[in-house]
């Protein structure tokens, strides 16, 4: 499976892997391995069906490198219904919102590496890798009650969970964001809560030197430009409760 280098200096690496959907029915995932020097990270690794494949292009692109987190966005299980798997393979500790740890035990977590299942506060918090901090920061929401993303301050990429997805777009880098919005659009506005919320995050993230926004899903936003206009489309659409309280009447036959 093909992998993508968004950046690489020679010390720091950020890897998307982007072809290792579960096929047929399973909604497309991205994953994506931080590298620092000697350690290493991967983001939201996703679920039973890709997680061989995942684990062993990780342990690829590590080389050296050991695996010392394993970041989870929110508890979906496109993100973290193979984490057992992961925390039994490796040594890293696995990062989540404490809202949602002891309801991903229900996916199976073993009593042996329950304690390296980590809770991160509503208020999020840093990961070091390798002397780098990586804020993790909140995006409650967004859609999930208890949402992180990760920015990372070297490559200059905010990784943005559910946050920018999109579905069906035939490319990874996003080029023209106005045809872009078919893939995109509907999912947001169903997805997010509301647009109080994206304000709320807009705000907190247009101070951030950002080159790149990842999301979990589809293409990514590359520029300053197009990282601005997303941002800006963010904060300005109606989604989630804005839209879906009209809706709440009783079906009839």
Known sequence: MPNTILYDDGTHRNVMLEDFDAGGFAVQANQHVIVHGKEGMI???????????????????????????????????D?????????MTTDADAHLSQLWTRFVAHFGLDHLVEDRLKAIPDSGKLLNLGGV????????????????????????????GDLGAS?????????DFDQHLRYMEGFHRRIMASNRVMVAWAN???PLDIE???????????????????????????????LIVPTFKLPVA
């Open 212 to 242: 790149m926004i990842v999301p979990q899903h589809g293409a990514y936003f590359k520029g300053k430009d197009m990282v601005d206009r997303f941002i800006r489309w963010c904060s300005g659409l109606q989604c989630g409760v804005d």
């Open 204 to 206: 907190m993230v247009s």
């Open 79 to 87: 993100i973290v219904a193979a984490v057992n798997g992961w925390l």
């Open 167 to 175: 579905l069906g777009a035939p490319y990874l880098q996003v080029e």
């Open 133 to 160: 901090n990586l804020p993790v920061i909140p995006a409650h929401f967004l859609h999930s009650e208890g949402n992180f993303q990760l920015y990372d301050p070297v490559s200059k990429i905010l990784y943005t």
């Open 43 to 77: 983001l939201d690794p996703g679920g039973h069906k890709v997680y061989n494949r995942v684990l062993t292009a990780t342990f690829g692109i590590l080389g050296g490198a050991q695996l010392r987190h394993i970041f989870l966005s929110h508890q979906d299980p």
